[in-house]
């Protein structure tokens, strides 16, 4: 920036005589909270690289001591202090979705309910509808998906949409979380936020 000039949002370097005071006084305060928030969002990352890795190293270090190998980082796990205070939870959270076989799902299951509803009321279609409708995102919802595969039903077609769901399901990434919970004077456990909102 060259001295003297301020730069505006629309990107045009404005003399620092044409800004008015308040302007500079409001840049000055967000620039200087920001450069603060930016620094603690990389203490953060560093905390949460920091916890992963030593949660993970004591993870295999307890299984060394019964001769057991442990290979990759899947796997959840808590850890609780000596005096029950205080445990940290890593958790492996996978992200889900679908392949083609869940149009071919579909499709078995609208014949199943052109059969069962022939002469009845259509809410039922609707609802599962639904289960396949596809957010902003373009993303269909994996919970409803999945929740159709814990309707028990026999007939053989909605047996093979259940079957060609399941071969639909592609992980496509494992995200790890690490979470640190305090043990509240009733028992129950509460996270230790890092939220600035939950704070």
Not at 5 to 14: C, D, I, P, R, Y
Not at 132 to 159: C, H, N, P
């Amino acid at each position: 920036m060259p001295d003297g000039f301020m730069e505006n949002a629309q990107g045009h370097l404005v003399p620092l005589d044409r800004v008015q005071d308040i302007d500079k006084a409001r840049d000055e305060l967000v620039q200087e909270k920001v450069a603060k928030v930016v620094a603690m969002n990389k203490e953060l990352a560093k905390l949460k690289a920091e916890l992963l890795a030593d949660v993970g190293a004591f993870v295999s270090l307890s299984a060394e001591k019964y001769g057991a190998k442990i290979g990759g980082t899947k796997g959840n796990v808590t850890l609780h202090s000596y005096d029950g205070r205080y445990k940290i939870v890593r958790q492996m959270a996978d992200t889900i979705t679908f392949g083609e076989q869940l149009q071919a799902a579909k499709a078995l299951i609208d014949e199943c309910l052109r059969d069962w509803t022939e002469g009845t009321r259509t809410e039922i279609q609707a609802l599962i509808d639904q289960a396949f409708q596809v957010d902003r995102e373009g993303k269909i919802s994996t919970a409803r998906i999945l929740g159709l595969r814990s309707i028990k039903i026999t007939e053989e077609r909605w047996v093979q949409a259940m079957k060609a769901i399941g071969d639909s399901i592609f992980v496509t990434d494992t995200k790890p979380y690490v979470r640190v919970y305090q043990r509240r004077t009733d028992g129950a456990y509460t996270a230790i936020p890092l939220d600035m909102a939950a704070i």
